[in-house]
């Protein structure tokens, strides 16, 4: 299984934050299967695309040699994902997507688009601790968090990343729309929510993708312990055990 995580401040798998995350993201998947996390890589020349990031995934899951795997992906990992299987079929046999849609919204567009201006002229502090806002609830303190966050800068950035791979993403995410890929996506796929308020498609059936026709729905959804599986994840790796996804 492949499993691709979301948007991180560290480019890799490599940095200690990293590692911890995806182990917990990973656990309910990998007590019966082998799993491998990707995250994205240095040096992405600006102006990289959706799908060329896809194609990239693509070539590396063909590289292993193992035919169609189940993937998975959360948050922009699910954008990933979802550009993959429309335009790699022969890569994906099942397709988790968690805290994801077919395309940002608004709300999720600008956010992004400030946090990628910020890293772009180098003020990568206040791009961590706006990312950081994007994460708590109006209402909850996203303030707070974002003070902690920006305080916490020096140690995030320690491994030396400039965060323009991440500007990168970002960018290639704001161009993304389900709609606009050559074919749909014909693999079985299973969308659930995560943690906390989300922006996601609309219920889909199992057999169906997400309609890029249907515009993102507000959803709210169940709060995990920080460091432990959430009730998505659980699920989906419970639905993939049955041999099926919804």
């Known amino acids: 299984?492949?499993?691709?995580?979301?948007?991180?401040?560290?480019?890799?798998?490599?940095?200690?934050?990293?590692?911890?995350?995806?182990?917990?993201?990973?656990?309910?998947?990998?007590e019966r299967r082998r799993v491998l996390f990707v995250n994205r890589r240095r040096a992405m020349p600006r102006g990289m695309t959706m799908a060329e990031i896809a194609a990239e995934h693509a070539d590396g899951i063909r590289a292993l040699g193992a035919g169609p795997v189940d993937v998975a992906g959360i948050s922009t990992g699910g954008s990933i994902v979802q550009q993959m299987a429309a335009d790699h079929p022969d890569v994906v046999g099942r397709l988790l997507l968690l805290s994801t849609a077919c395309r940002l919204g608004p709300d999720g567009k600008r956010l992004q688009r400030r946090i990628a201006a910020r890293a772009r002229r180098g003020a990568l502090r206040q791009a961590i601790a706006l990312s950081m806002t994007g994460l708590v609830p109006p209402g909850r303190g996203q303030t707070p968090a974002a003070a902690v966050a920006w305080l916490a800068g020096p140690r995030v950035l320690a491994g030396g990343d400039d965060l323009t791979d991440m500007a990168t993403t970002i960018e290639a995410e704001d161009a993304f729309d389900l709609a606009s890929c050559a074919s749909p996506i014909r693999a079985p796929t299973d969308p659930r929510r995560e943690r906390g308020p989300l922006v996601q498609p609309r219920p889909v059936r199992r057999d169906r993708a997400p309609d890029p026709r249907q515009p993102p729905a507000r959803v709210r959804g169940p709060r995990a312990p920080v460091g432990r599986p959430g009730p998505g994840l659980q699920a989906g790796a419970r639905a993939l055990r049955r041999g099926g996804c919804g």
């Open 1 to 30: 299984m492949v499993f691709a995580g979301g948007l991180s401040f560290s480019a890799g798998v490599e940095a200690p934050g990293t590692e911890k995350m995806a182990a917990s993201m990973v656990k309910p998947f990998a």
